[in-house]
Nanobody, 121 residues
Framework: QVQLVESGGGLVQPGGSLRLSCAAS????????MGWYRQAPGNERELVAT???????NYADSVKGRFTISRDNAKNTVYLQMNSLKPEDTAVYYC???????????????WGQGTQVTVSS
């Protein structure tokens, strides 16, 4: 019913920048919060940043001042601008959205397939 498709990952040198995008599609009635999470090898998945449909944001302490989350509600798309990247930012980044599909009375969590971000010289 609902699909999330991420793009924009890749290999970047320390200090560089990347911009991730995630577009939600399908039979969507509404979307509440959207966000980005990441998982490095051997670690649990952790929150990176979230944004409500009203634009309120929340960031992990490790990315504050370097990452910026934004969204385009008309396009059902969320972005993550990542600047001053560090090797410890290397992980698979997952998009998340709280979506209410058409015909449903409830919201559910949906996840993208993940996109690899590697920060290395």
């Amino acid at each position: 019913q609902v699909q999330l498709v991420e793009s924009g990952g890749g290999l970047v040198q320390p200090g560089g920048s990347l911009r991730l995008s995630c577009a939600a599609s399908g039979s969507i009635f509404s979307i509440n919060a959207m966000g980005w999470y990441r998982q490095a090898p051997g670690n649990e998945r952790e929150l990176v940043a979230t944004i409500t449909n009203g634009g309120s944001t929340n960031y992990a302490d490790s990315v504050k001042g370097r990452f910026t989350i934004s969204r385009d509600n008309a396009k059902n798309t969320v972005y993550l601008q990542m600047n001053s990247l560090k090797p410890e930012d290397t992980a698979v980044y997952y998009c998340n959205a709280e979506c209410r599909p058409h015909g449903s009375r409830y919201e559910s969590d949906y996840w993208g397939q993940g996109t690899q971000v590697t920060v290395s010289s």
